[in-house]
C-alpha cells in the first residue's frame, strides 16, 4: 500500500511539473506573438513615416491595421493609399467595401441600441403602469374605509380580496417563469385569503376559480394528478360549464389512467369550446391510445 501511494504521489508531481511547463510555454508563445505584432506594426509605421508619399506604404499599413481589427483607421490609410495611387483600383474597391462595412456594422449596433433602449422603456413604462394602478387601489380602499367607517367587516373583505389578487398576480409570474412550487404557494395564500365562500362579490368568485384553477395546472405540472382533480372538481361543484376545469381534470384523469372519466370531462369541454384545438388534440389522443 505504501509503494502504491508512492508511484501516485511521483505521477501527481510529474503531472504537475507537466502542466507547469505547458503553462510556461503558452504564455511564451504569447509573448513572441505579441512582440512579433509589435514589431509588425513597427515596421509598417516606420515605413509610411520614411516615406509619406509612398501609397503602398500606407496600403500595408492599412491592412496590419485591419488585421489588429483597426477598421477605420484602415480605412484611413486606404484613403491615403489611393490618393496616392489612383491607378490601384483594387485598393480602391478594398476601401469602399471597408467603409461599407463600418457603416453597416455602426448602423446595426444603432440599431440594436435603439432595439434596447425602446425595450427599456417599455418595460419600464409597464411597471411605471403597474405600481400605478396598483397605489390607485390602494389609494381607493384606503379612502373607502374612511368613508365607511361604519362598514368596517366589508372593508376588510374588500382588503383581502385584493391581497388575494396581488398573490394570485405574484403567482401567475412564478408559473410564467416555471416555478411551479412557488406559484402553488402563492394561489394557496390567496386561497387562503378569500375563504370557501360564499363570496361577497363576484370578482372574488372569480379570483377564487382562477386560484383553484391555476394551482390545478401547478400541479399537472407537478405531477400531482390527484390534486389537480381534486381542485378541478371543487371549481366544478360551483360552475358546471367550466371548460377550463373540465380539461384539466380531463388531463389529470387521462395521466392517472382513468381514461372513461377522462374522456368525458374532455368532451362536454369540446362541446362547451368547439373551437378549442388543445380539447380537440386530447381527445384524439386518447382515441388513440383505446384503439391500441
Known amino acids: 500500500m505504501e509503494a502504491s501511494a508512492g508511484f501516485l504521489a511521483r505521477d501527481a508531481d510529474r503531472d504537475r511539473v507537466a502542466r507547469a511547463k505547458a503553462a510556461e510555454a503558452e504564455a511564451a508563445a504569447l509573448v513572441a506573438e505579441a512582440a512579433r505584432l509589435q514589431r509588425e506594426l513597427a515596421a509598417v509605421e516606420e515605413a509610411v513615416e520614411r516615406a509619406p508619399q509612398d501609397g503602398g506604404a500606407w496600403q500595408r499599413r492599412a491592412e496590419v491595421y485591419l488585421a489588429r481589427g483597426r477598421t477605420a483607421d484602415a480605412i484611413a490609410d486606404y484613403k491615403q493609399a489611393v490618393s496616392l495611387a489612383p491607378e490601384q483600383e483594387d485598393w480602391m474597391v478594398k476601401m469602399w467595401d471597408l467603409e461599407k462595412q463600418l457603416a453597416d456594422e455602426r448602423a446595426e449596433a444603432a440599431q440594436k441600441r435603439a432595439a434596447e433602449e425602446a425595450e427599456r422603456a417599455a418595460r419600464a413604462a409597464q411597471e411605471a403602469e403597474r405600481t400605478r394602478a396598483k397605489e390607485a387601489e390602494r389609494s381607493r380602499q384606503q379612502q373607502w374605509r374612511e368613508d365607511n367607517a361604519d362598514k368596517h367587516a366589508e372593508s376588510q373583505k374588500q382588503a383581502k380580496i385584493l391581497q388575494a389578487e396581488i398573490l394570485k398576480d405574484r403567482g401567475n409570474e412564478q408559473f410564467k417563469e416555471g416555478q411551479y412550487e412557488e406559484a402553488s404557494k402563492l394561489y394557496s395564500r390567496a386561497l387562503a385569503k378569500l375563504g370557501d365562500g360564499p363570496h361577497p362579490t363576484e370578482t372574488a368568485a372569480a379570483a377564487h ?65 368547439p373551437e378549442d384545438a388543445s380539447i380537440k388534440k386530447q381527445l384524439a389522443k386518447l382515441a388513440k391510445a383505446a384503439e391500441q
Open 209 to 273: 376559480a382562477a386560484c383553484l384553477l391555476n394551482r390545478a395546472a401547478c400541479a399537472l405540472k407537478l405531477g400531482l394528478h390527484e390534486a389537480s382533480a381534486e381542485d378541478c372538481s371543487v371549481v366544478l361543484g360551483l360552475e358546471p360549464t367550466n371548460a377550463k376545469a373540465l380539461y384539466r381534470r380531463g388531463l389529470a384523469f387521462a395521466a392517472m389512467e382513468m381514461r372513461d372519466a377522462a374522456t368525458a370531462d374532455l368532451r362536454v369541454a369540446a362541446t362547451l369550446k
